[in-house]
T-cell receptor, first 115, second 111 residues
Framework: SAVISQKPSRDICQRGTSLTIQCQVD?????MFWYRQQPGQSLTLIAT?????????ESGFVIDKFPISRPNLTFSTLTVSNMSPEDSSIYLC????????????FGSGTRLTVV | AQRVTQPEKLLSVFKGAPVELKCNYS??????LFWYVQYSRQRLQLLLRHISRESIKGFTADLNKGETSFHLKKPFAQEEDSAMYYC?????????????FGKGTTLSVSS
């Protein structure tokens, strides 16, 4: 099955700064998804990124806080802007349609701690 | 409203005992449901999908539309089954389709 590489795997950042997370897929995919998993919580969809169009954000998430790029069919970035301790989470990228059974495949996640 | 509910945060069983991880959903359309598993220090991975109706690692799940449930079952639990299990529902949003997740159930199997 296809592989998703996500980096950095973890980071500790100062409040007020920004962090850009990268997601690389080894096959072309139409849709890429960004999720957040807060401590002790489930996964929450932040946005869907289709190549060639603006990302579509879920309720409670805005582009100014979480700008997303999708320059081609194998790559996407998520930036967490002007960070506060409440942004401390695991951020995961995901793609669909590359796995047998058409399930969704997830990256290994980026563990972000804001101090 | 679209929603996935996993009522149990933690399920502890002994090795060899039957396991049932509960999942209920709320969705107005025809549901497409998944079970994902996350072992310690590993990434989230697909366990099974209701459409495929297959058994993976001895686990099965049957979609019951009348009860809006998709419970995950295994007749004899093994210690290596200890992990976090998430039930997920494929939904249609503005961008196409995406998964929404339940809160997850930690399965702990002890000898």
């Amino acid at each position: 099955s296809a592989v998703i590489s996500q980096k950095p795997s973890r980071d500790i950042c100062q409040r007020g700064t920004s962090l850009t997370i990268q997601c690389q897929v080894d096959s072309q995919v139409t849709m890429m998804f960004w999720y957040r998993q807060q401590p002790g919580q489930s996964l929450t969809l932040i946005a869907t990124a289709n190549q060639g169009s603006e990302a579509t954000y879920e309720s409670g998430f805005v582009i100014d806080k979480f700008p997303i790029s999708r320059p081609n069919l194998t790559f996407s970035t998520l930036t967490v802007s002007n960070m506060s301790p409440e942004d401390s989470s695991i951020y995961l990228c995901s793609v669909s349609g590359i796995q047998q059974g058409n399930g969704y495949t997830f990256g290994s996640g980026t563990r972000l701690t804001v101090v | 409203a679209q929603r996935v509910t996993q009522p149990e945060k933690l399920l502890s069983v002994f090795k060899g005992a039957p396991v049932e991880l509960k999942c209920n959903y709320s969705y107005s359309g025809s549901p497409e449901l998944f079970w994902y598993v996350q072992y310690s220090r590993q990434r989230l991975q697909l366990l099974l999908r209701h459409i495929s109706r297959e058994s993976i690692k001895g686990f099965t799940a049957d979609l019951n539309k009348g009860e809006t449930s998709f419970h995950l079952k295994k007749p004899f639990a093994q210690e290596e089954d200890s992990a976090m299990y998430y039930c997920a529902l494929s939904t249609v949003n503005q961008a196409g389709t995406a998964l929404i997740f339940g809160k997850g159930t930690t399965l702990s199997v002890s000898s």
